[in-house]
């Protein structure tokens, strides 16, 4: 069992429903914990509520002294008070439960999923906790206030945020030109996939699918990297397999399997 700590996206897209449907189709139950609910649509910024601050505390509490968590998933955490809480939670958790992060900063639509001082948590406090960090490239440039312009900055950045305390770091590489390339950095030195670009527009939801399905095979207790190739090639079959709802804007992924 996965617990997810997440924001809800009412198209489904990303955010919670996404971590589910990714860790169904591995076979792996998900808890989830709402961080903050959202609105957004492929031409309209996100905008968000965050939770009450003693929802998302007992949630965590009932949760945790409940259930047999064996991984923790934690995607869009929204504000300061509600990442305190989540760092709090993470601080008790026994040393044998990965904790995978997939930094949101943002909506792919635009819009802010994080404020500045949920930010400075998630510097500070969560990533010193992390088994796995999975920023894309705004998202480690923006944790380590560096510019990525070429591989070695990237090979930079993920030294640094190794230094911050993850014991993995995956770097994706959509954002950047030509055909993409997920790099990974751990104790066991560097991995990399690379992939075939496919489509143009937006997928909503990957990085969210992408980390829920590391940890989904992480609690099945696969080893880190052969977790994170499975799960790239099974996001690449979900690219391939996506379909855009409407005329323009966002495609959603293909189901997980
Ligand atoms: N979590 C929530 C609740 C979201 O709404 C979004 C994006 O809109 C994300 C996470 C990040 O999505 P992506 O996987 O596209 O980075």
């Given at each position: 069992?996965?617990?997810?700590?997440?924001?809800?996206?009412?198209?489904?897209?990303?955010?919670?429903?996404?971590?589910?449907?990714?860790?169904?189709?591995?076979?792996?139950?998900?808890?989830?914990?709402?961080?903050?609910?959202?609105?957004?649509?492929?031409?309209?910024?996100?905008?968000?509520?965050?939770?009450?601050?003693?929802?998302?505390?007992e949630t965590l509490t009932t949760l945790l002294a409940n259930l047999p968590i064996?991984?923790?998933?934690?995607?869009?955490?929204?504000?300061?008070?509600?990442?305190?809480?989540?760092?709090?939670?993470?601080?008790?958790?026994?040393?044998?439960?990965?904790?995978?992060?997939?930094?949101?900063?943002?909506?792919?639509?635009?819009?802010?999923?994080?404020?500045?001082?949920?930010?400075?948590?998630?510097?500070?406090?969560?990533?010193?906790?992390?088994?796995?960090?999975?920023?894309?490239?705004?998202?480690?440039?923006?944790?380590?206030?560096?510019?990525?312009?070429?591989?070695?900055?990237?090979?930079?950045?993920?030294?640094?945020?190794?230094?911050?305390?993850?014991?993995?770091?995956?770097?994706?590489?959509?954002?950047?030109?030509?055909?993409?390339?997920?790099?990974?950095w751990g104790p066991d030195g560097p991995r990399q996939w690379k992939n075939q670009?496919?489509?143009?527009?937006?997928?909503?939801?990957?990085?969210?699918?992408?980390?829920?399905?590391?940890?989904?095979?992480?609690?099945?207790?696969?080893?880190?990297?052969?977790?994170?190739?499975?799960?790239?090639?099974?996001?690449?079959?979900?690219?391939?397999?996506?379909?855009?709802?409407?005329?323009?804007?966002?495609?959603?992924?293909?189901?997980?399997?």
């Amino acid at each position: 069992m996965v617990l997810c700590i997440a924001g809800y996206d009412p198209t489904g897209g990303a955010g919670l429903l996404a971590d589910v449907a990714a860790l169904a189709g591995l076979g792996v139950r998900a808890a989830g914990a709402i961080t903050a609910l959202t609105i957004q649509s492929p031409d309209q910024a996100a905008h968000f509520s965050p939770v009450d601050s003693n929802y998302i505390d007992e949630t965590l509490t009932t949760l945790l002294a409940n259930l047999p968590i064996s991984a923790v998933k934690i995607g869009m955490l929204g504000t300061g008070e509600v990442a305190r809480i989540v760092g709090k939670h993470l601080r008790r958790l026994p040393a044998a439960v990965p904790v995978v992060i997939d930094p949101v900063l943002a909506a792919g639509a635009g819009g802010a999923l994080c404020d500045e001082q949920a930010f400075d948590v998630l510097r500070d406090e969560l990533i010193p906790q992390a088994a796995l960090i999975a920023p894309n490239v705004p998202e480690a440039e923006r944790l380590c206030n560096l510019t990525i312009k070429q591989p070695f900055d990237i090979e930079r950045v993920a030294r640094r945020l190794r230094e911050m305390g993850a014991d993995y770091v995956l770097i994706k590489g959509g954002h950047l030109e030509g055909d993409p390339i997920d790099r990974l950095w751990g104790p066991d030195g560097p991995r990399q996939w690379k992939n075939q670009r496919k489509i143009g527009a937006e997928i909503h939801g990957t990085g969210c699918t992408l980390a829920a399905l590391i940890t989904g095979m992480i609690a099945q207790e696969k080893p880190m990297d052969k977790a994170v190739g499975i799960a790239v090639e099974m996001l690449q079959q979900a690219i391939s397999t996506s379909w855009p709802p409407t005329d323009e804007g966002w495609r959603f992924l293909g189901l997980v399997n």
